[in-house]
């Protein structure tokens, strides 16, 4: 199976990577455009400024490859938030691929919001095996609403999307590489798709 992981200057790719690797899997980081087309399966990380990171996908031609993929791809953090329409981070115009605009936690609750918390709601064959209530590890002050593409909720003083899905484009706001036994399940279950 190829993996590719999208390296776009923007991304926590080395601790994805070794994600991967404990699972039995080989992820070549790569933004040549023909190597992500050829993958299997696609990660899209990011780690940053949604202005900043949305500059360099511009930039590559990435923001227009992305959406054209038809393999499993799975954004993680500011990478499902610029899977968005926007984000009101930089005032930044996102892929389009989720119909949500990504906006900031209000003044009711410390941002960024670091730590656990619970995943409920859970919607997807991404979720197979886990169960309602496991906690998942977050870094933000930016979040997608709930809306028709969320496949998993948490809660911050609202309820916001910690996953999302569209055919077969996945996002999570979590770092499933960082979220211990219930991280690496939530990857394995995304390298089966």
Excluded at 34 to 51: C, L, N, Q, T
Aim: glycine residues 8%; contains cysteine.
């Amino acid at each position: 199976m190829k993996i590719v992981i999208i390296n776009y200057g923007a991304g926590n790719i080395q601790s994805i990577k070794f994600a991967i690797k404990r699972l039995g899997f080989e992820a070549i980081l790569s933004s040549d455009i023909d190597e992500i087309r050829s993958a299997d399966k696609v990660i899209f990380p990011g780690v940053g400024e949604a202005s900043s990171a949305m500059k360099k996908l511009r930039d590559s031609g990435l923001d227009k490859i992305i959406p054209a993929l038809k393999q499993p791809v799975l954004g993680i953090c500011l990478g499902m938030q610029l899977m968005c329409n926007s984000s009101e981070e930089g005032n930044t115009k996102g892929i389009g691929i989720f119909d949500v605009d990504v906006v900031k936690f209000n003044d009711t609750v410390k941002v960024p919001q670091i730590g656990w918390n619970q995943i409920t709601n859970l919607k997807s064959k991404l979720f197979t095996d886990i169960n309602e209530y496991e906690h998942i590890y977050l870094v933000h002050s930016f979040y997608a609403p709930v809306c028709n593409a969320t496949i998993a909720a948490c809660n911050y003083n609202i309820s916001y999307s910690a996953a999302l899905q569209k055919d077969n484009f996945y996002g999570t706001q979590f770092h499933p590489e960082k979220s211990s036994t219930v991280g690496q399940e939530i990857l394995a279950n995304f390298l089966k798709m």
